[in-house]
């Protein structure tokens, strides 16, 4: 069906004009200060922990641009579309060379092809990786599927042997971005398609070419919407991956690999932020005990009530993990020695708290905490854990069931090789009146901190 000019310049208006919309709302808003409508996400800049209430989200977040491009590597996804890019520009440039059907029409072509070039090369290369977040599948969508209607259009309409262009696009999207976003782009894909073949104007059209639309955009949506399920399932399974490698599955805390990243992840930013952190490890005390005692189940059920207490004692930006058998470590982000106290004193009373029936009987465990900061006590996450580890067993020596930290000896005292006296008076902590499994009221907890420049 040959191509009136009139209605080709009318589809090119329309085509850019819809697309300069789009681009707009993408990049105005932030230019004034506004939140545009999609999420843009910096990559390789520090990601915020998230809320220990939904862990797995939480690690799947702090692998935020595998989540912004559907678990694809953003560095992999822009090399995936350049090559698919590049190959069909380069081969439809070459097949419209060389076969000359669409003669009139050659440079028209080939201007579009070169204005598709233009745009991967600015988006995939020239622009920051994840610059534009998911604004970046909004732009390539749009861009895409008006490409692909004009070059139906300039090939003969709806004996264009491009239509594969619009499925290449929908099923490419599928796996990667929601279904939501598929719908919408599917449904997008057929408008364009059926307007490139009877734009307004054009009469009606022949039963075959009913037919072969029909089809084609039959085999449109069937295609989107197997890529839609095959990539929804591929995300399952990549959460449920992340849950089993970096959830403990007891406790529902992360666990020690998980919380070793976090740690050097931390290390490296306050290196650059010049701003420290602190680190708490714990141990659950008399758990061997408790399993002897009453069994493995009923030491199982403390285990996870420690856990509990421990997560919703922390903060957002805070890293709970399990590390061992009975002990636990958290991660505090931008937390001094005293905040780092005050949390770890929380925790200790909230364990205090609990109380775990069994057969006529109460547990009521505790924990011995030990509190260590960055760079004072260690500079990497060996040396961190080290310390912390020797601040926790100081506690249990000192009668468990308080927190410790780390004895700082003053210039005095630095000349006398092996000896561990705290430089300072011990600060006493307000004692736990809830009482031991026996009925005693517990000794209080204990700090151990008190640096020379009078710093907590």
């Not at 009530?305 to 958290?330: C, K, L, P, Q």
Request: glycine share 10%.
């Amino acid at each position: 069906m040959p191509v009136e000019p009139v209605q080709a310049q009318t589809l090119i208006l329309l085509a850019v004009f819809a697309n300069l919309l789009v681009m707009a709302a993408v990049v105005v808003p932030p230019l004034i200060g506004r939140r545009g409508p999609f999420r843009t996400t910096s990559f390789g800049r520090d990601v915020p922990a998230l809320p220990p209430g939904d862990l797995t989200a939480a690690a799947a977040d702090r692998q935020a641009e595998f989540d912004v491009f559907g678990g694809v590597p953003p560095g992999a996804y822009d090399r995936v579309v350049r090559i698919v890019s590049w190959v069909f520009i380069l081969a439809s440039s070459t097949i419209v060379a060389v076969t000359g059907l669409w003669a009139d029409n050659q440079a028209a072509i080939f201007a579009l092809l070169a204005a598709a070039g233009l745009f991967v090369l600015v988006v995939h290369d020239l622009l920051p990786t994840g610059a534009l977040g998911t604004a970046k599948f909004v732009l390539e969508g749009s861009v895409a599927i008006t490409f692909a209607t004009l070059l139906v259009v300039l090939t003969g309409r709806d004996e264009s042997p491009f239509f594969f262009t619009f499925p290449l696009i929908v099923g490419g999207a599928a796996l990667v971005v929601s279904p939501r976003v598929t719908f919408g782009l599917a449904a997008a894909a057929c408008v364009a398609y059926i307007f490139a073949i009877a734009p307004p104007g054009s009469g009606g059209l022949q039963p075959r070419t009913v037919a072969i639309v029909g089809i084609n955009i039959t085999a449109l949506i069937l295609l989107a919407y197997v890529a839609m399920v095959i990539a929804r399932e591929q995300r399952r399974a990549r959460d449920a991956a992340i849950r089993l490698s970096t959830i403990d599955p007891l406790t529902g805390l992360f666990n020690r690999t998980f919380f070793f990243a976090a740690v050097e992840r931390e290390i490296a930013r306050s290196a650059r932020s010049g701003r420290g952190f602190c680190l708490l490890m714990m141990d659950l005390d008399e758990l061997k005990t408790i399993n002897d005692r009453h069994g493995h189940f009923f030491g199982d059920r403390v285990l996870r009530g420690v856990g509990e207490v421990i997560r919703s004692g922390g903060r957002r930006i805070d890293t709970s993990a399990r590390y061992g058998g009975d002990e636990f470590v958290v991660l505090l982000p931008e937390t001094d020695p005293t905040g780092a106290f005050v949390l770890a004193e929380k925790i200790r009373l909230g364990v205090a708290e609990l109380e775990v029936d069994v057969a006529g009987s109460t547990i009521q465990p505790s924990v011995s905490i030990g509190v260590v900061s960055y760079p004072e006590d260690g500079r990497t996450s060996d040396e961190l854990m080290i310390t912390a580890d020797s601040s926790m067993y100081r506690s249990k020596r000192a009668g468990k069931n308080r927190v410790t930290g780390v004895p700082v000896m003053d210039e005095a005292a630095v000349g006398r090789a092996g000896s561990s006296e705290p430089a300072g008076p011990v600060e006493p902590v307000a004692p736990d009146e809830s009482g031991g499994p026996d009925g005693t009221t517990r000794e209080p907890a204990v700090v151990v901190r008190e640096r020379a420049d009078n710093t907590v």
